[in-house]
Every structure is written in C-alpha cells, then in structure tokens.
C-alpha cells in the first residue's frame, strides 16, 4: 500500500516525530534540530509507511543527516558524523551531543535509569527508580571535587554531600546527621562517618578547631577532648585516660586500666597490669609489646624490635625472627620461610603441598616444584609460569604480555593482555552445555564482544584500551566508528558504515540495506527497490507490483 502525502500532512508527520520524551510524559521541541529536519523537508519527500517489523531511513543526507523509523513511536536522528544523536524507544531514550552532553533514560526489568554527563568524566549524574519496590537512588559527581549521593527505600535514608576538602555532610535518617567544615567546623550526632575520616561505628562530635571539641568513638579511642588544639588533649580507652600538653609530645596515663608517661620520640610506656605492657625508645626504632589474653591468661602478642637490625615477633600461630641482615626466619601454618642475607636467597616449605620454593634477589629469580600439582618458573620481567589445576598466571616481557586462567566447577576464565595492543577475554559456563562470552579488543583497530546470551557487536576502530565503558560508548564511541555490526540473541542484525552512508538490517528473515551518500540513495528489500538523485530530484522506487518515478521531487505512480 502505497501513501501519498501532501505538504501539509508531511510536515504534521515531522512535527510529531521532533517532539522529544523527557520526563513524566511532557513533550518539547528540539528547536535546532527541527530546523535541521525541515530543512531537508525542503528537497525529500517523505516516503511511504511500511511494516513496522522494517527498520528504514525517512530521510538521508549521510553523514551529514541520517534519520530511521521502525515503528510509529520508535526513531532516530543522526547528525554531523554521529556527533548528534537522538534515540526513542519505548524502553529507551537518549540525547547525545558528543562528547560535550548526553542525557539516557532505560526502563528494564521494572527499573528507570538515568544518566547525564556533561565533559565526562567532569560532571556525571546517575539515578535508579525501582516503583514497585519505591526504591531510588541517585550519585552526581563533580570530578573530582564534588559528590551528590541519596538512597532512599522504605527502610533506609541516606544521603551524602562532600565539595573537597571543605565541606562534608550527611543524613542517614532517624535524626542521625553530620556536617564538617573543614578543618574548623565539626558536628554530628549517632552517625558512621566516611569522609574525612572513618568511623567503624556510629558515634556523635562537636568541634571548633582549634578551640574546643569532644569525639566520641574516632582513631581508636573512646572518647577525645582537646581545647587550643595541641596544646591540650584528653582521650580515654579501656578505663585508661591520656593527657597530652602539647600533643603528641608530653604525656601521662591514668586511670584503673592502667598507667604510663611518654616523652616523645625518646621514651614512653604504658602498663595495664594482667592484660598488656607497651613501651617504645627512640621512635620508631625500639618497639616493645606484650599482650596476654584475660580469659585464658596466654600470651597471645609478643613484640620486641630494634629497627632495622632485630625483630621478634609472635602472635598466635605467627612467629618471625630477624636479625639483618644475615639470618631471618618466618613460620605460620601453611608456610615456613628461611632467608640468608635478604634479600639474596629465601627458601620456603610448605607443609601442606610438600613443595618448596626458593628465590634469589627477592622476586627476580623464583621457582618452585614438589609433590603437589603447582609449579612456578619466574625470572622477572623476562618471563613467568605460575600454574596449578585451578589458576594460572603467565607473563613475558611483563607487563607487555600476561595471561590469567581461573577455573572451579562452574565457570572457567581466561584472559590474555598485549600491552597496549590486545585485550582477550573469554569465560565459560562448564555446567551449561559450555556457553561461552568472549571480548577481543585490537587497538586501535576493531574490537569484538560476544555475550552469553547470543548478542554479538563488532566495530571499527577502537582506540582506547577497554572492553566494556558505558561512558565512553555513549560519548566518545560514535566519533569513532566507521563500521559497526550489532546482533541480538533473537538473530536480527544491524550494520552501519561510515557513519549511516551505507546501512543494513535484518529482523526476523526480512532483509534491507542502503546506501545513503550525499548525493544519491540506493535502498533494497525483500519486496522493494528504490533509488534517488539529490534527495528525490530524480528517482524510481518498485514495491510489490507497484512503480513509482519521481521527477522535480514529485511522485508519479506507474500503474
């Protein structure tokens, strides 16, 4: 069925299809593009409707304008080489300016996404809205000074808000909050604390640096106090209270866990009777520790040292000795290691594979060979062989060449890397009839990626080293690609060369290509052939039984 449309009804069709979807439904002109569009209206008549199953341009001026339908809410525009995008699906839309803007919105798997990035990496926002769940969450970065983060669900609120290094807030719910100007300003109440610092477990502070503050829970201590910071400091842990005039210089313990005095660097000591004894000389040089366990009153921590000539250190089933640099030794459960003149020869024995390793000049030269199945041949950076019957690891010339094998019951990986050349990823479901995912990537030629689900996408070229980026696909990736090839796991395939010139499609058996350069379009189909000079100036297109010449831009159907 053959549609001749008026002026009138082709400009109506256009208007529809330069709305834009943004949010909740509302629609606005992209003014600038439709200039564009109609521009082109000028010299292209608008060609006929047909199945919606049949991907084709409605108008074509590759690469300087490139526009497809597929179906009556599905389009896409193409603009000077790819560098402007528009993109609709119901799924799906995107706007791209590249690589300066662009705007993506994907709804799957009962999810909206999405993302905005202006300069990527400098300004990025990202957002995830799951409706049935009221889940949402949302990070904005202003790289790398500034961090916008929230995840709200219907049991957890937390946000997060930094611009480095000077401001620093958060809200985790139930009226628990924090907020720092750095360094002078700090305040927070039942809160974990991420940044400046890091607190393992919720605790509340005050402070005005350096006048006064009180920090309950920070860098190991129960409870700190300053005022006229250093000139007086007060901490307390495990019922022992420190005072500092100035900190960290002078100082005295106190208290029923325990006493000391320090004079640092020469000399301090901390006693705690029944449970630990600390002391240090000349800091950090002489270390002195001991630490017994109060429920079964064992040693369990023992450390004496003389930096860098003596160390003696044993802590539960870790013992090491060390006397530099001619003799050290180093004994845990699974590894016994003796070193003579480190770092020149070190031998090692490990009891449960019965293997032994020796290595001359630390990790230049190393091997290792016994009765278990492992094996290592290492001459850094020449070349090594690490393998046994779950791993592998090999290199030559590191880090020009590496090869990594990992394998258990299910799954098999392996990956070779050519510095900065080859990326070659493959892994293997073993127990689902080997379905495989394999990455190659030749920079800065071509780089293929095939999932596990049957899709597949080739393109050239592919000059940065990476496989999979998000980001960079959506921003950089359409400058730079002269062909492209995507197949999904239904079999359909989509190939575009030279940004739209030449362009093929094909969906479920049905087959069309065309060749779309400046100035002339050749198109072909199952069922249909169509050529035009200067966007329509001259032309002849057949469908089914059906001719159509057109001459000066109007159509003159053939009966």
């Known amino acids: 069925m053959i549609h001749n449309f008026t002026t009138r009804r082709k400009y109506n069709y256009f208007r529809w299809s330069l709305k834009i979807d943004y949010r909740n439904g509302k629609t606005s002109h992209c003014r600038v593009f439709s200039v564009l569009v109609l521009l082109s209206l000028l010299l292209i008549p608008c060609h006929p409707v047909q199945s919606a199953q049949e991907t084709h341009s409605i108008t074509a001026f590759a690469p300087l304008f490139y526009a497809t339908r597929e179906k009556p809410f599905e389009y896409s525009y193409y603009a000077l080489f790819s560098v402007f995008n528009i993109y609709k699906k119901p799924e799906a839309f995107s706007v791209r300016l590249s690589p300066l803007v662009s705007y993506t919105r994907r709804t799957k798997h009962n999810a909206t996404r999405k993302t905005f990035s202006c300069l990527w990496p400098l300004i990025t926002s990202k957002s995830t809205f799951y409706p049935d769940k009221q889940n ?8 790398p000074l500034a961090l916008s983060q929230k995840k709200i669900t219907p049991f957890t609120y937390f946000t997060i808000k930094q611009f480095i290094p000077f401001y620093f807030s958060s809200n985790q719910g139930n009226g628990r909050s924090y907020i720092v100007l750095f360094p002078f300003f700090w305040w927070g109440k039942d809160v974990r604390v991420f940044i400046p610092f890091y607190s393992p477990r ?24 300053f005022f006229l910071w250093p000139l007086l400091t007060l901490s307390e842990k495990d019922h022992v209270q420190s005072i500092h005039f100035p900190w960290p210089f002078l100082g005295i313990y106190r208290g029923k866990g325990g006493s000391g005095a320090k004079c640092w660097p020469l000399l301090g000591f901390l006693r705690r009777p029944n449970l630990s004894t600390k002391a240090y000389f000349l800091w950090p040089l002489g270390h002195y520790r001991y630490i017994i366990d109060p429920s079964t009153g064992v040693v369990k921590e023992k450390i004496k040292s003389f ?15 060390y006397y530099f ?15 003579y003149f480190f770092p020149l020869f070190t ?30 041949y290492e001459f850094f950076p020449l070349f090594k062989k690490d393998t046994d019957p779950h791993r592998a690891r090999s290199y030559i010339m590191f880090p020009v060449y590496t090869y990594k094998l990992d394998r258990d019951k299910h799954i098999e990986f392996r990956r070779h890397y050519l510095v900065p050349f080859v990326i070659s990823r493959q892994k293997i479901w073993l127990s689902y009839q080997n379905e495989k995912e394999k990455q190659l990537v030749i920079v800065p030629f071509f780089g293929s990626l095939h999932s596990r689900e049957g899709e597949s996408l080739f393109r050239v070229f592919w000059p940065l080293w990476y496989t999979t980026a998000e980001p960079v696909e959506e921003n950089f990736a359409p400058l730079w690609t002269v062909f492209e090839r995507r197949k999904d796991a239904m079999g359909n395939i989509d190939v575009t060369a030279f940004w739209h010139i030449f362009s093929y499609h094909r969906k479920t ?9 400046f100035l002339f379009r050749y198109k072909t189909s199952d069922n249909e052939r169509e050529f035009e000079l200067l966007g329509g100036l001259l032309g002849y297109r057949k469908q089914f039984n059906q001719r159509i010449f057109k001459i000066l831009y109007f159509p003159i159907k053939i009966p």
């Open 136 to 143: 949402y969450y949302s990070r904005a970065v202003l790289f």
């Open 202 to 225: 919720r605790q509340s502070f005050f402070g005005i640096f350096p006048f006064c503050g009180k920090f309950k829970g920070l860098w190991g201590r129960d409870k700190i106090q």
């Open 307 to 321: 930096l860098p000539l003596y160390l003696s250190i044993d802590k539960n089933k870790y013992h090491l000795r």
């Open 325 to 339: 640099p001619v003799y050290g030794r180093e004994e845990t459960p699974k590894r016994i290691s003796t070193s």
């Open 347 to 376: 031998t090692s024995y490990f009891p449960e594979q019965k293997d032994r390793e020796r290595r001359i000049l630390g990790f230049l030269l190393r091997w290792r060979r016994g009765k278990a199945q492992r094996k290592i």
């Open 509 to 517: 058996k049905k087959v069309c290509w065309e060749i779309n350069p």
